[in-house]
């Protein structure tokens, strides 16, 4: 079976999900997901239980209301925070950078990838990548 039509249909969900949502009651509510482009770069090439992960964050990503720091732990207990940020492991090797303000409910997708490219290209402050 080709899985392509099946993998194109998530890649198409996880981009328009918010515009799909809009007309939704207590839509406003959720949270707004930018950098989603990020994860589907790294969807694109993952399998097995990798994939499946990515996607259900997408998925929780875009209805999390998290309000605080201790909301969004209690959502991922195993991410790293630093000052807004939340780094979540995925695998071993994989993790997703994400910047939260909680205030405001945006979520920016900093990176997705290989946990070692995180570690030898760290994010700059203040600057656009």
């Known amino acids: 079976m080709d899985s392509t039509p099946f993998r194109f249909r998530q890649d198409i ?18 949270m707004l997901v ?9 969807l694109r090439g993952a399998l097995g239980d990798l994939a499946a992960d990515l996607r259900a964050f997408a998925a929780e990503l875009e209805e999390a209301e998290w309000t605080s720091e201790k909301a969004a ?45 995180r570690l030898r290209n760290p994010l700059r402050r203040g600057a656009r990548s």
Not at 92 to 112: K, R
């Open 34 to 42: 930018s950098g989603r482009i990020r994860l589907i770069r790294l």
């Open 73 to 117: 732990l209690k959502a991922y207990p195993h991410a790293e925070v630093d000052a807004h940020r939340l780094t979540i492991p995925f695998d071993e090797q994989h993790c997703v950078v994400v910047a939260v303000d909680y205030q405001s409910g945006i979520a920016l997708i900093e990176f997705a990838g290989l946990k070692a490219d």
């Open 13 to 30: 969900v996880t981009v328009l999900g918010h515009i799909c949502l809009s007309g939704r009651p207590g839509y406003e509510n959720l």
